[in-house]
């Protein structure tokens, strides 16, 4: 058996939009059935891509590897018994003679295979090998003209079955495979020894060797990425016209003052990436930038830079967070810095009363609001702008790119800016965003003192425990993250609560202790956090979930349980959660990794407090097995490729993209035709 790929086709046949009911075989019920599947077209069924593939070549047992599967072929020697436990189960099994070895065999609740098996006839079997045994454990059986080696296999339900599928794929080609055009330039596919898309689809489906399937795999990934990387290009190009409403007439003057009127001195990262985005804002061409800075390296205030300099323009701007409580947080900020300044604020969210919502409406619809802070309420269909200048995102891998342009479209030349910690390695970055410019916050402000991770296995708990303690008995707050065992979150409140009870039976009733978990509506999480903040309780125990900035200054130290089971990333970002205050921040990872990846993990955690570091670490370890890390949030969705396992692919499918997007008439080209037709049937290029 070799498997490939896991998951199914993505890439769309311009010309193959028929429905699967014409193919003969397809009623309505089976087209139904179908459509289940993800497959209304022939396109979909022609990029319904098997899930793996078992070898069909005959072998001999004796050179099968214990326990895999094997196909052999042999002599029936007796008679098959059939016998059956209760009603549903039975076991069926004979000798099969195989190259003068004698093996026995047996199927599982198969009762009517047993007809197909008649003493001195040759069979085909296949089936998982046990060598101990001499056994095979058989799983079909094959007739003598199965024509392939290498037996596609798809994901298949109980309306749907394997076989249906199968003969269905192999109707759609032998019909439409003339239909298959190249979208893929065909200098590049020469370039790459990329095959036609004709040939990937056949091989795919129906290849002759593993090897086969495996290069058409690969050309099916660089076409994934390919015209990925060619929508990203033709989108950027359009952010990039001409639109002299975009332009902000910023008053110097304001923003220096601004400056200087800080309690502190900007780092040289954070005066580096206002030079960018003021330098944006005075072009009359719409910003698209996403800013990245690790946790704590001071995003705020280069937002809060932009925000001002835009009002000063007379233009408005809106900021939007993904919880109330961490607006709340911004507009308490905000007001602070601007204390003095003709800036009118105001907080919209979900939590905003009916009456204080219709009083603010008219006063941000007039222009009268300076500013608007807020969750996802910025851009409900009654919020109008007089006129939006600037959007910021904070968090914003936390929303969707519809959520972030439903808020840009609420101006029509607004300008964005995007803000994230979720330190993303440059390769990657500049692809999955690459319709953003990057600007990187690369320092932290100095005088902090970095956390002091250490790492413990599950043992020295107790220890852990007695730490926070003395924490605790310091006058300190403690975080304690609960493990991640699946992605579920009902599992993950369980661990939660049984943490919880664990740690209130430990230190109630000197100590208080709260819990949050992701199965909490957004209003109790947002009052627990809350409260956590006003030092009602002094032990957080918590999912992920409070993996979001906010500032807790009086917590100093998190406990985090099952720290293998994060990406590093992820434990990058957690452990920024403490830190923020005056106070040496703790962090303690509790792990028995069981391999050396695992252990080189934590080590590094420990070792390191930057996150572009250890989410390269991350990107470099994920290659060799252990993945127990987690997805790398806020990228594409790929559904052949893999962003972090296929990279060079992903980088040369880019370059690629740019270099042809670069050349001014690169729609026309001949080669090219077909890409752009793709293009413009999948809705990314409008021809004027
Ligand atoms: P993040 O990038 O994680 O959003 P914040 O903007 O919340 O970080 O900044 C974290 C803290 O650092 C805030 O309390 C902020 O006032 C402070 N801060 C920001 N820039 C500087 C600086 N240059 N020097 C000292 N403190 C700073
Ligand atoms: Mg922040």
Not at 15 to 25: C, E, F, Q, T
Request: aromatic share 8%; with cysteine.
């Amino acid at each position: 058996m070799v498997v490939i790929f896991e998951g199914k086709g993505t890439v769309d046949l311009a010309g193959l939009n028929d429905s699967v009911a014409v193919l003969k075989g397809v009623g309505t019920k089976r087209q139904v059935a179908l459509n289940k599947l993800g497959i209304n077209t022939i396109n979909d069924l022609l990029t319904y891509f098997p899930r793996r593939y078992d070898d069909l070549s005959i072998k001999d047992p004796s050179s099968a590897v214990d326990g895999q599967k094997v196909t052999v072929k042999g002599l029936v020697i007796a008679p098959p018994m059939l016998t059956y436990f209760g009603r549903k189960r039975s076991r069926l099994v004979f000798r099969l003679r195989i190259n003068d070895q004698i093996y026995t065999v047996s199927f599982f609740n198969q009762p009517w295979l047993k007809r197909e098996i008649q003493p001195n006839s040759e069979l085909i079997v296949f089936g998982t090998y046990n060598r101990a045994r001499n056994q095979i454990q058989g799983m079909k059986i094959l007739n003598a003209q199965t024509s392939n080696a290498f037996d596609s296999i798809y994901p298949a339900n109980k309306e749907v079955k394997q076989a249906t599928i199968k003969s269905l794929v192999k109707l759609a080609y032998e019909t439409y495979h003339d239909q298959i055009v190249d979208i893929i330039p065909a200098s590049l596919r020469a370039k790459y020894r990329l095959e036609s898309f004709s040939d990937t689809i056949r091989n795919i489906h129906f290849p002759e060797s593993p090897k086969a399937a495996q290069r058409a795999f690969r050309t099916a990934k660089f076409m994934e990425f390919f015209l990925f990387a060619m929508k990203v290009q033709i989108l950027k190009a359009a952010h990039r016209k001409q639109d002299p409403q975009a332009e902000i007439n910023y008053q110097e003057s304001v923003v220096t003052k601004f400056q200087e009127n800080l309690p502190f001195k900007l780092t040289a990262a954070q005066q580096k990436v206002i030079q960018e985005i003021l330098a944006d804002l005075s072009r009359p061409i719409q910003m698209n930038r996403l800013l990245q800075g690790d946790v704590g390296s001071g995003k705020t205030v280069v937002a809060a830079t932009a925000i001002l300099a835009t009002i000063s323009a007379n233009k408005q701007a809106a900021i939007m967070a993904p919880t109330e409580i961490l607006a709340e947080q911004h507009a308490n900020n905000f007001a602070k810095m601007f204390a003095g300044l003709p800036v009118n604020i105001a907080l919209l969210t979900g939590d905003t009363s009916a009456a204080a919502r219709k009083a603010m409406l008219p006063s941000i619809q007039t222009g009268e609001v300076d500013l608007v802070v807020g969750t996802h309420a910025l851009f409900q269909a009654d919020v109008q702008y007089a006129d939006l200048g600037l959007a910021v995102i904070d968090e914003q891998h936390r929303f969707g790119v519809n959520q972030r342009q439903a808020l840009r479209q609420k101006g029509t030349s607004t300008n964005m800016l995007a803000m994230t910690a979720t330190p993303i390695p440059r390769t990657l970055a500049i692809t999955m965003y690459g319709d953003m410019d990057v600007s990187v916050i690369n320092q932290l402000p100095s005088g902090r003192k970095p956390i002091k991770t250490t790492w413990i296995t599950a043992s020295k708990t107790n220890a852990a425990v007695r730490f926070v303690k003395k924490q605790l008995d310091s006058g300190n707050q403690v975080y304690v993250v609960t493990p991640l065992i699946e992605e579920s979150e009902a599992v993950d409140m369980k661990n939660a609560v049984a943490i919880f009870e664990r740690f209130k039976a430990i230190f109630e009733p000197q100590y208080q202790v709260g819990l949050l978990h992701g199965q909490m509506s957004n209003q109790e999480k947002d009052a627990t956090m809350l409260q956590f903040k006003n030092n009602q309780f002094q032990v957080l125990v918590a999912t992920t979930v409070i993996e979001v900035g906010v500032d807790v200054a009086n917590a100093n130290t998190m406990l985090i349980f099952d720290a293998d089971h994060f990406g590093l990333a992820q434990l990058h970002q957690l452990r920024g959660r403490v830190g923020r205050g005056a106070t040496q921040a703790y962090c303690i990872l509790i792990a028995d990794p069981t391999n050396e990846i695992g252990k080189e993990r934590m080590k590094a955690v420990a070792s390191s407090t930057n996150g572009f570091f250890l989410s390269q670490k991350d990107l470099e370890l994920r290659g060799q097995g252990d993945i127990t890390g987690q997805k790398q949030s806020g990228m594409p969705d790929f559904k052949v490729a893999d962003p972090v396992g296929d990279l060079n692919i992903l980088t040369v499918a880019n370059q690629e993209a740019q270099r042809i997007t670069a050349e001014k008439h690169w729609k026309t080209k001949p080669e090219n035709v077909q890409l752009a037709k793709y293009l413009q049937f999948s809705q990314t290029i409008n021809y004027d």
